[in-house]
Each structure stands twice: as C-alpha cells, then as structure tokens.
C-alpha cells in the first residue's frame, strides 16, 4: 500500500507560497520525477520519518554526510556537550584545531587547512589561490560535474542544473565564465587539447575525482594520474573537489583510495557530521598564500564554528573505528542484486559503485561521461523512484545524483530495498 502524505504535502503548499519553489535547495523540489516532497521529521539510523509518520530506509543520507547515519550516538554527544558551552564565538577554539589535525593527519595530500562554511565556498576560495599562486586566470571544468554554485563554476555543471535542465544560469556575465574552459570526463585528449590551446594562462584543473553529481560516473584507471601529468607539464594545479568523495572513498578521501595527491583539494558534508561546513586545503606553499599569512583574502563569520567542528570531529574520531571494506562490499553486493531485479524486468539498466556508493541509470550503454548520462530514461527513473518511494525506499529524486549507503544501513535495509524493487512495474 502506498503511504499517505498529507501533511508533507499541506508543508509542501504553504512553503510555495513563501520560498521559490517551496524549497531551499533545487532538487528536494521532486519537480522532474512529478513528485510532491516530502517534509521530514526526524531521522535515525539508516532511517528518516516524515510528518505523517511514514518510515524511509535512506539512501539520500543528507546528500551525503551522514555516513554514520542519522543522529549517531558519538555525534550527538558531541554536540549537546558543545551546545552547553556556547553555539558561535567568532574566534578561534580548540575544535577547530583538533578538526584540521585530524584531517591532515587523515588526507594524504593535506598539510594545511582553511575551514569555511560550504562546499561552494570552499571551491571558490581554492580558485581563487590557484589563480593567485600560479598569476594566471583559466580554469579547466570538466563537463557534468557540480562544484557549488559560484559563478565560474556552472557552464555546464551537474546535480541540479543537470536535473533541472538549466543550462547555466541568469545572473552570470559572459566575462565571469569566459576563463572557464570545458572538456568532458574522462577525456584526457580534449584536456590536451586544452592545455596545447591556453596553457600558459591555465591555472588550474578542478576535477570531482569520482564524478558523484551526474549520477555515479567513475573515472577510468589512468585518467587522474593523467590529468596530474598534464597539469604539471604545464605548469597548472591539479585541484580534488572532495565534497563528496573525502572520508567517504576511504579515510584519506579519493587521495587514499586512488594514490593520487592534488595540489590542494576541497571538502564538506562528512567534515561537519551533517552541520554546515566547507574546508580547503594542500600543499602549505600554497595554503601560505592565504590571509592573514599572505596576499589571498578569505574570510567568514562563521567559519570554525565550534557546533560543526564538534559533529565532525566526532565522526571522523568514529570513522577511524569502521570497516570501509565491509561497507564497500555491502554496497557492491547490494547493487548487484538490483541490477539483476531490473534487468529481468525487461528494462535497460546500470548501476555503477564504488565504496558506499552507487547510480541508477536506465540505459544500455556503459557510463562514462556526461553524454552518456544523458542517454538514460529519465522516465523510467520517475517510475522507479515513485514507486520505491511509496514502499518506503527513500531515494534522491534525479538521476543526476549519487545514492549513499551508511555504516547503519543493515542486511534487513538492504533484503528490503531489493524486495520492494522487485515489486515495481515499468507497464
């Protein structure tokens, strides 16, 4: 029986009539899978539950930072103990401390960090000390991937736009994205090209080392390394955007996973145990550039504040105690007892993974890029995601997102995921 939402849908009416779109954030809206959102209450574990009191086994997982799962005891702790103490300061505390500590002692490629307050700014303050350390103005982007929403970074991009259909956005001059150069994933000749074209004026290459905002796209065997090689050939920087894959590939991010070390790299989500933050950092030549210590400004209120260094400082403290390999293969195992659900359905179908996460693609042809992704069915994934969603599934609704799996989700989450993927009709 599919459940009733009521009172998500009631929320749903009232907040259209006081935020674009009743949301804050483009995708929650459910607008390409013709579904009203849903209005949360309360999460715990591997689950979420909304205002009608309907239970979620989650794979959204707060688009990712709640790997631990919801309201994980270490994590709550952590945060009432901070809550009695004080919510903001403005100045420095020993939390941030511990945080970059624990990152730098984690991430192969870190030996100095900036905490700020998101993944966008994260990734616009790394371009702006590329830019500044290399004195030169152009940035590689690689097609379909999503580093926030600052100017130079949407010609392009993924996640929302791609699920939207935006192809940029209003509001960004021409001149502000004329320095932003584009090559498709996992294409190391256009990025030569590139290089062949404007390389004394590239500062940078900003990659999603695994591709988590066009779906699940992973990058062939030596497409990294490649695109190390190009860039210090030429002089550039070779900048991770970790929002996603840092502590979530492995411990040290996708710089463990892959053995590669960028020259600096950006994080979020898991950092902040599910509160907001961003972070930014490298190589300390690099990370010296940065004010107070030298030329490049950055600043925020907020940054460091003591609530997210806290959940994050006890979820990294926690992630040091977990099995990524048994959850990576979990996941693994789980993606292939719904690839084979699907594909006996008559339906195209690919579901990539890698670590605890995975894709849903409903097409034949193997996913590489961008344009690959945009070979799938958008319509069957409604389908999937509406009826998975009325039997208590909670996926993200577009395709253009990456599933996560948590250290909560159990067996018994998995066994009925795959059960009630087995119940869905395509007809």
């Known amino acids: 029986m599919s459940y009733t939402t009521t009172l998500s849908d009631q929320y749903y009416h009232k907040a259209v009539t006081l935020m674009p779109g009743g949301v804050n954030s483009p995708v ?28 979620y086994i989650d794979f959204v997982l707060s688009w990712g930072p709640m790997i631990l799962g919801h309201n994980e005891a270490h994590v709550h702790q952590a945060l009432l103990e901070q809550l009695a103490l004080g919510t903001s300061f403005g100045a420095p505390t020993p939390l941030e401390v511990a945080l970059a500590e624990r990152m730098i002692a984690c991430v192969p490629g870190l030996e100095r960090v900036r905490m700020v307050n998101s993944g966008t700014e994260a990734t616009m303050s790394c371009l702006r000390l590329a830019r500044a350390a290399t004195k030169r103005s152009k940035l590689i982007k690689l097609i379909g991937c999503y580093h926030g929403h600052a100017d130079p970074f949407l010609a392009k991009a993924g996640s929302g736009l791609a699920t939207l259909a935006i192809p940029g956005t209003p509001g960004v001059p021409d001149a502000v994205v004329q320095d932003t150069l584009l090559a498709p994933y996992n294409d190391l000749p256009a990025v030569a090209d590139l290089f062949a074209q404007y390389g004394s004026s590239i500062a940078c290459i900003l990659v999603e080392p695994v591709a988590c905002n066009m779906g699940l796209v992973l990058p062939d065997p030596t497409y990294l390394a490649g695109l190390q090689r190009l860039a210090k050939e030429a002089g550039a920087l070779l900048l991770f955007d970790e929002v996603i894959t840092g502590f979530r590939l492995a411990l040290g991010g996708a710089q463990e996973y892959f053995g590669i070390t960028p020259d600096l790299a950006t994080f979020g989500k898991i950092i902040g145990g ?24 950055q600043a925020g209120t907020l940054s460091g504040n003591p609530l997210a260094m806290a959940a994050g400082l006890a979820t990294i403290t926690e992630l040091q105690n977990r099995d990524y390999q048994a959850l990576a293969h979990k996941t693994a ?23 605890s996460m995975f894709g849903i693609f409903f097409c034949e042809n193997t996913i590489r890029n961008f344009s690959d992704v945009q070979k799938a069915d958008p319509a069957l994934f409604a389908t999937f995601y509406k009826q998975m969603r009325s039997q208590g599934i909670y996926l993200a609704p577009s395709p253009y997102e990456t599933a996560m799996v948590s250290f909560a989700h159990t067996e018994e989450d998995m066994a009925k995921t795959l059960d009630a993927a087995a119940k869905v009709r395509f007809a």
């Open 28 to 55: 929650r809206a459910c607008t390409n899978v013709n579904a009203t959102p849903l209005c949360i209450a309360k999460g715990q574990g591997s689950h979420i539950v909304d205002l009608d009191g309907n239970d």
């Open 333 to 355: 195992a789980f993606a292939k007892e719904l690839h084979n659900i699907l594909a006996q359905k008559g339906v195209p179908i690919q579901i990539p993974t890698i670590a």
């Open 274 to 297: 599910g509160l907001p933050v961003g972070a930014f950092g490298g190589r300390k030549d690099l990370m010296d550039l940065i004010a107070p210590e030298g030329p490049v400004y």
